[in-house]
Nanobody, 129 residues
Framework: QVQLVESGGGLVQAGGSLRLSCTASGLQFDNYVMAWFRQVPGKQREGVAC????????FYADSVKGRFIISRHNANNTIYLQMNSLKPEDTAMYYC??????????????????????WGQGTQVTVSS
């Protein structure tokens, strides 16, 4: 059974930093494109960042470029999202996903609909002003 478990969310002041983690089990982790998404109640889910199998290909939404860094550690079946210079508009539930656009598919268009693969339950990030 595939499981993705996110952690690291919390409450932080604007300008602060958080690091999210997502640990996967039940799959061959280094065969999967991994990604972070976020969603605010009443709004569409938004792609934040994605990373290829070996970690060499990384793409970001324009809203987080220069502030967020995605990385992966295949030996630990874990991806990370380092979030710096946080803004109140970054407040959302953050989800990690494996192959969200289909098997082994990676894209630089983070707004592309994603409804495939495996998804975690999410971790809440709240940025206060």
């Amino acid at each position: 059974q595939v499981q993705l478990v996110e952690s690291g969310g919390g409450l932080v002041q604007a300008g602060g930093s958080l690091r999210l983690s997502c640990t996967a089990s039940g799959l061959q982790f280094d065969n999967y494109v991994m990604a972070w998404f976020r969603q605010v109640p009443g709004k569409q889910r938004e792609g934040v960042a994605c990373i290829g199998w070996g970690g060499g290909n990384k793409f970001y939404a324009d809203s987080v470029k220069g502030r967020f860094i995605i990385s992966r550690h295949n030996a630990n079946n874990t991806i990370y999202l380092q979030m710096n210079s946080l803004k109140p508009e970054d407040t959302a539930m953050y989800y990690c996903a494996a192959d969200p656009w289909g098997p082994s598919y990676i894209t630089n268009n983070l707004s592309k609909p994603a409804d495939s693969g495996y998804w975690g339950q999410g971790t809440q990030v709240t940025v206060s002003s």
